[in-house]
Structures are given as structure tokens and as C-alpha cells.
């Protein structure tokens, strides 16, 4: 009964307070990086979300729920040699290539396929210089003043080895925006 009583209050207590106590040295992380956006959340820096529009760079496709959804996480468990992912594939590349005004060819692929969880808030720096024409003849805007936008966003890999480079989505949008004024 004494070996009860102190795993409830080591288990049960103090180590939940502990961990909690250790989130709130570092609250950016511990609350998910939680992005604002003139005094209001409007999303998160770890979590992929969609962006309607031609006006907006796209993040990866989504196999999470009905697309971004963070209850329904998970990949579509379609292997190299399922003839359904092939053709999502193909159909991709052709949408993607038609709405950039890039040759089929020359899609990167990480606009064909979801990442694992459906939620990779992150774009490679090729997927996102794909997009600049795109982008800046919607909003009407210099290529090259949105060719730059997308170079300051440009994320190295994790301590200078780990993973490839990346550009987070939401905060990419965030400052076309602001270019946008």
C-alpha cells in the first residue's frame, strides 16, 4: 500500500509538475509555436495548414482527415507499387505543373507526395522558388522582390547536418503578406 501511495504521488504528481514546471522555461516550443498575425493566432509553425488561392504558396499535399487535420494524422500506407499513389502522383504533377506554368518534368517532389503525418509544415527551397512566378503575378508583384522573400526563408538544416533545407510555409505567407502591404 506505501509503494501505492508513493508511485501516485511520484507518477501521479510530482512528475507531471515537473514536466510542466520544464515547459514553461521554454513556452514557444511547449505551446507549439504558435504564430500570430496582427494580435491573433493564426496558426502554427509546427503543423502544415492549406492556403486557398494561387495568391498563396502551397504546402505539400495532405493525407491527414480531409486534409491538415491534426486529429487524423498519418500517411495513406500506399507503397512504390500501389497503381492508386501513381496516379495521385500523375495527377498532382500535372495540377501542379499547369497551375506554376512549369513542365511536368520539372515538379519537385515534394508537391506530388504527402509527407508521413500530413502535417509537414515545410516545403523545400526548390518547391518554393517553383512558385515565385506563380505568386508574384497573382498579387501583381516584382518576381524578384518575391524570389528574395522566398531566399530570407530559407531554413538550414538542423545543426548544419541533419535533415535538408526547408521553408516554413506559414511564415512565408505571413511576409508576402506584409510585402504585399
Same mark, same amino acid.
Given at each position: ?58 504546402? +505539400?499535399?495532405? =493525407? @491527414?482527415?480531409?486534409?491538415?487535420? %491534426?486529429? $487524423?494524422?498519418? &500517411? !495513406?500506407?500506399? *507503397? ?18 499547369? +497551375?506554376?506554368? =512549369? @513542365?511536368?518534368?520539372?515538379?519537385? %517532389?515534394? $508537391?506530388?507526395? &504527402? !509527407?508521413?503525418? *500530413? ?63
Amino acid at each position: 500500500m506505501v509503494l501505492l501511495l508513493a508511485a501516485t504521488v511520484v507518477l501521479g504528481l510530482l512528475y507531471p509538475l515537473a514536466v510542466f514546471g520544464v515547459g514553461r522555461l521554454v513556452p514557444a516550443r511547449a505551446d507549439g509555436r504558435l504564430v500570430e498575425h496582427d494580435g491573433r493566432v493564426v496558426g502554427s509553425a509546427l503543423l502544415g495548414q492549406a492556403f486557398d488561392g494561387d495568391e498563396w504558396f502551397q504546402p +505539400r499535399p495532405s =493525407v @491527414a482527415g480531409d486534409g491538415y487535420d %491534426p486529429l $487524423a494524422s498519418g &500517411a !495513406s500506407n500506399l *507503397g512504390p507499387s500501389s497503381a492508386q499513389l501513381l496516379a495521385t502522383v500523375e495527377q498532382r504533377r500535372a495540377e501542379v505543373a499547369a +497551375r506554376d506554368g =512549369v @513542365a511536368p518534368a520539372d515538379v519537385a %517532389p515534394d $508537391a506530388l507526395t &504527402a !509527407s508521413g503525418s *500530413g502535417l509537414d509544415p515545410d516545403i523545400s527551397p526548390r518547391y518554393a522558388r517553383q512558385q515565385v512566378q506563380r505568386v508574384a503575378r497573382e498579387r501583381g508583384l516584382d518576381p524578384a522582390a518575391v524570389a528574395a522573400l522566398v531566399e530570407q526563408h530559407v531554413q538550414d538544416r538542423a545543426l548544419g547536418f541533419l535533415g535538408a533545407p526547408r521553408v516554413g510555409v506559414l511564415e512565408l505567407n505571413l511576409a508576402l503578406d506584409r510585402l504585399a502591404g
